[in-house]
Nanobody, 117 residues
Framework: QVQLVESGGGLVQVGGSLRLSCAASGRMDGITAMGWYRQNPEKGREFVALIVMSANSIMYANSVKGRFTISRDNAKNTIYLQMNDLKPEDTNVYFC??????????WGQGTQVTVSS
């Protein structure tokens, strides 16, 4: 089992920045990727970014490319999402996930990000 705890959400003005953290614990062997999704009632769930652990390759949604940066700290089993130039449409609950092939993804509890105009 893997436990994921997100933190760092909050209220920020348009153009501001936030950094989300996702601390993982438990059995981490076999985890091949970690990343972020976001969700709101209007749009549903939307992919944001992921990092492939072995290759350190990274993918972003087009909507956040150039503004968001995903990174990781292996020693702390933590991934981060640095969010810059935030826009009202970035208002969502952000969820961290971890993927182990052959089973359902692990998810955190989510952290609310609200961007006010």
């Amino acid at each position: 089992q893997v436990q994921l705890v997100e933190s760092g959400g909050g209220l920020v003005q348009v153009g501001g920045s936030l950094r989300l953290s996702c601390a993982a614990s438990g059995r981490m062997d076999g985890i091949t990727a970690m990343g972020w999704y976001r969700q709101n009632p209007e749009k549903g769930r939307e992919f944001v970014a992921l990092i492939v652990m072995s290759a350190n390759s990274i993918m972003y949604a087009n909507s956040v490319k150039g503004r968001f940066t995903i990174s990781r700290d292996n020693a702390k089993n933590t991934i981060y999402l640095q969010m810059n130039d935030l826009k009202p449409e970035d208002t969502n609950v952000y969820f961290c996930y971890a993927r182990r092939p052959g089973r359902t993804d692990y998810w955190g509890q989510g952290t609310q990000v609200t961007v006010s105009s």
